[in-house]
Structures are given as structure tokens and as C-alpha cells.
């Protein structure tokens, strides 16, 4: 009997370790699909949310790949989320409802110490989405939840270099969206009037449909991943 005993408790160690290896297996395979080279840390993103929800500037610090330090910025709301932003969408009946009002905190800055850089940041428990743009060139930050749905719920989030994303990515992110996005909106200036520097204030409406639903999980992350892509651009 003890025999057997310590024969189900091995196989139990051995079903554990072989479960792991298959979670890391799928979000290293991947990553490693998009990217040539990447990072993977840990943000309190609750801590982060609560600063930029009661501060109108906050500074926070951004851990490095590889732990090579932390990115020490200054941030503070970007308005991207006005005060009569609407979230609509349709159930699984087809019926339009409203969502609820979103707590996402689209944020922009600087480096402190280094005016020229630039740092688009969305937060939400759970969420950061954006770039910290350095010497380097642009860093974009992501949840690790877009590689590997195992990783919804945790405060794990990838690190990349634009320069490292590979020509043969299978999917888009946040370079691409980001790029993509500014180009639509460089070629319709191309077709309006404005002095050099002038600021203005726009509506503008985002649509998502149900493979993003799909990729996102929820209404709630799609909508968090949409402010996170109109904040970037």
C-alpha cells in the first residue's frame, strides 16, 4: 500500500510539472512567433490606477527588461476619455445596452530627466497598455494576456522593442495598431486646414466587432484595449 501511495503522489508531481511546461510552452511559442527578443514583468497595476484616479501628476516607475532598472516617469491624464464618454454594445440577442462607465485612465508624459521622450500609458487593475518611447526608440508594453489567455487576471505584461518585431508576426500589436492608426489620421489632416501647433478638440466614436470581442474576453477588454489604442495614436 505504501508502495502504491508514493507511486500516485510521483504522478501527481509529474502531472503538475508537465501541466506548467505546456502553459509555458504555448506563451513562449507565441511570443516567440512575433518577436525576436522580449521581456516579461510584473507591474502593480492597482497601485498605478489608484495614483492616476486621485493625481492629476504622478509618477510612477516602469521596470526594464531583463531587470535592468525601471523607467522613472511623469504622468498625467490625456483627456483621450471625455466627461460624457458612452460605451454601447450588442448582446447576444442583438440588443444594444449600455456598458458600464469605463475606469480605464489613458495617461501620457515624459521621462523624467529626458524631455524628449515620450510615454502614452492606459491603466486599469489587471491592465497597462502603451509606450514608453526612449533612446532606444519605442517600448511598447502589453498584457501578457494577449499571448496566452492562462495569463487573464494576472500582472504579468510583455516588454518589446518596435525594432524587434519580426516582418512574419502573425497577429498585430501594439507597434502595428499604434502606426497603423496614426497613419489613418496623418492621411484625413492631409484633406484639413490647420495652422502649425493649433489644438482642437474632436468626437470620435471606436467599433469593435466580435473577434475582438473574442481575443479580449469580455466587453470590458475590448473597450480597455480601444482607449489603450486611441491614447497611442
Same mark, same amino acid.
Given at each position: @500500500?505504501? =508502495? ?5 503522489n510521483l504522478s501527481g508531481i509529474i502531472m503538475i510539472v508537465l501541466t506548467g511546461l505546456s502553459f509555458e510552452t504555448l506563451a513562449q511559442k507565441n511570443l516567440e512567433d @512575433? !518577436? ?18 486621485? =493625481? ?25 476619455? &471625455? ?26 508624459? +515624459?521621462?523624467?530627466? +529626458?524631455?524628449?521622450?515620450?510615454? &502614452? ?13 526612449? =533612446?532606444?526608440? +519605442? ?7 494577449? +499571448?496566452?489567455?492562462? &495569463?487573464?487576471? &494576472? ?10 518585431? =519580426? ?10 495598431? @499604434? ?9 484625413h489632416d492631409k484633406n484639413t486646414t490647420s495652422r502649425v501647433g493649433e489644438c482642437f478638440e474632436v468626437d470620435y466614436a471606436s467599433a469593435n466587432d466580435f473577434l475582438m !470581442? ?20
Open positions: @500500500m505504501i =508502495k502504491c501511495f508514493n507511486l500516485f @512575433m !518577436f525576436y527578443d522580449y521581456s516579461i514583468v510584473n507591474i502593480d497595476s492597482r497601485s498605478i490606477h489608484q495614483q492616476s484616479r486621485t =493625481k492629476h501628476f504622478f509618477e510612477v516607475a516602469i521596470p526594464k527588461p531583463e531587470g535592468k532598472g525601471f523607467w522613472n516617469v511623469e504622468l498625467h491624464n490625456s483627456g483621450v476619455v &471625455s466627461d460624457d464618454y458612452q460605451s454601447l454594445y450588442t448582446d447576444a440577442k442583438g440588443r444594444i445596452q449600455n456598458g458600464p462607465r469605463t475606469q480605464a485612465i489613458p495617461t501620457t508624459g +515624459y521621462i523624467v530627466g +529626458y524631455i524628449s521622450s515620450s510615454v &502614452s500609458l492606459t491603466f486599469i487593475e489587471g491592465f497597462v497598455y502603451g509606450f514608453i518611447k526612449d =533612446k532606444s526608440g +519605442y517600448n511598447f508594453i502589453e498584457p501578457l494576456a494577449y +499571448y496566452d489567455v492562462n &495569463s487573464r487576471g &494576472s500582472d504579468l505584461y510583455v516588454v518589446y522593442n518596435d525594432k524587434d518585431l =519580426k516582418p512574419t508576426a502573425p497577429h498585430s500589436c501594439g507597434t502595428t495598431e @499604434m502606426h497603423h492608426k496614426t497613419d489613418e489620421l496623418s492621411n !470581442f473574442q481575443d479580449f474576453g469580455s466587453v470590458v477588454g475590448t473597450e480597455n484595449h480601444a482607449i489603450g489604442v486611441t491614447n497611442n495614436v
